[in-house]
């Protein structure tokens, strides 16, 4: 890749790398791990394990947003 830009490479590579905690739930019986968004809501990253249409279904796409209250 090359780029052609007047910022100094440290701030353009500075964020390169990091990424956000992500934490594995199991979600009416769908094992996924999330990115925690705030209080009551995750960011799906990808399906770990659940049955297999669960893959086919939109609401737990890769990038989809999911009311959950974590149970203590």
Same mark, same amino acid.
């Given at each position: 890749? %090359?780029?052609? %830009? @007047?910022?100094?490479? #440290?701030? @353009?590579?500075?964020? &390169?790398? #990091? *990424?956000? $905690? %992500? %934490? =594995? !739930?199991?979600?009416?019986?769908?094992?996924? =791990? !999330?990115? $925690?968004? *705030? +209080?009551?809501? @995750? &960011? @799906? !990253?990808?399906?770990?394990?659940?049955?297999? *249409?669960? +893959?086919?279904? $939109?609401? +737990?796409?890769?990038?989809?947003?999911? &009311? +959950?209250?974590? !149970?203590?």
């Amino acid at each position: 890749m %090359t780029l052609h %830009t @007047v910022m100094p490479l #440290e701030a @353009v590579w500075e964020k &390169q790398g #990091e *990424d956000a $905690p %992500t %934490t =594995e !739930v199991r979600i009416r019986g769908i094992l996924m =791990e !999330v990115k $925690p968004m *705030d +209080y009551n809501r @995750v &960011q @799906v !990253v990808r399906l770990l394990d659940g049955p297999l *249409d669960s +893959y086919l279904d $939109p609401s +737990y796409a890769p990038g989809s947003i999911i &009311q +959950y209250a974590p !149970v203590s």
